[in-house]
């Protein structure tokens, strides 16, 4: 089973940046893209940011123009840098690798707090 794992999680002060990783551990059969999600605590989980196997990308509202989701098909990871942080982008951030007919992967989260 491919597994996604995340990285560049941490704590940053508001109006900085951070850029989180997530690599799979192998090749995904199936996929149609892959997303970024957040929940922070006592909230929903919602969805970031998305990016296709054609490239085209979606943003939530709260995050377009400060949010930048990519990927390396090389290295089988996609990236989310993250700028001009706010207090409200406190939460656990987790990668999705998008298969519609074998059910979604998902990582096991990387914390992002940002202090006001």
């Known amino acids: 089973q491919v597994q996604l794992v995340e990285s560049g999680g941490g704590l940053v002060q508001a109006g900085g940046s951070l850029r989180l990783s997530c690599a799979a551990s192998?090749?995904?059969?199936?996929?149609?893209?892959m997303g970024w999600y957040r929940q922070a605590p006592g909230k929903q989980r919602e969805l970031v940011a998305t990016?296709?196997?054609?490239?085209?990308?979606k943003y939530a509202d709260s995050v377009k123009g400060r949010f930048t989701i990519s990927r390396d098909n090389a290295k089988n990871t996609v990236y989310l840098q993250m700028n001009s942080l706010k207090p409200e982008d406190t939460a656990v951030y987790y990668c999705?690798?998008?298969?519609?007919?074998?059910?979604?992967?998902w990582g096991q989260g990387t914390q992002v707090t940002v202090s006001s």
């Open positions: 990016i296709t196997t054609g490239d085209s990308t």
């Open positions: 192998g090749r995904i059969f199936g996929i149609n893209g």
């Open positions: 999705t690798a998008h298969r519609p007919a074998l059910g979604d992967l």
